[in-house]
């Protein structure tokens, strides 16, 4: 079994900055990877990032690319989600999951393990 506890999430005003973490405990394995999602009040969990343990490949959602980056620590078992220039859509609860494979990568099915959720809300 694998654990995920997410932090780092807040309050910020547009156009500012945090920094999300996700550590993995548990059974960790050292291919796969990493993902990060978000879910909005009404809406459907969707992709935001992920990043292969092997290697270090991102892959980025059109929405956040520019502004989020996505890395990891593998000593740490940690991934990180840097956003900058936050918008007011990007108000969620952030998801981190994991996963054993290393394709498709956008889909949530893809991801058996999930972290609790941090909620990240951007005011206007």
């Known amino acids: 079994q694998v654990q995920l506890v997410e932090s780092g999430g807040g309050l910020v005003q547009a156009g500012g900055s945090l920094r999300l973490s996700c550590a993995a405990s548990?059974?960790?394995?050292?291919?796969?990877?990493m993902g990060w999602f978000r879910q909005a009040p009404g809406k459907e969990r969707e992709f935001v990032a992920a990043?292969?343990?092997?290697?270090?490949?991102?892959y980025y959602a059109d929405s956040v690319k520019g502004r989020f980056t996505i890395s990891r620590d593998n000593a740490k078992n940690t991934v990180y989600l840097q956003m900058n220039s936050l918008k007011p859509d990007d108000t969620a609860v952030y998801y981190c999951?994991?996963?054993?494979?290393?394709?498709?990568?956008?889909?949530?099915?893809?991801?058996?393990?999930w972290g609790q959720g941090t909620q990240v809300t951007v005011s206007s």
């Open positions: 999951a994991a996963t054993r494979y290393s394709d498709l990568l956008s889909y949530t099915g893809t991801y058996p393990y």
């Open positions: 548990g059974r960790t394995f050292s291919s796969g990877a």
């Open positions: 990043i292969r343990w092997s290697g270090g490949s991102t």
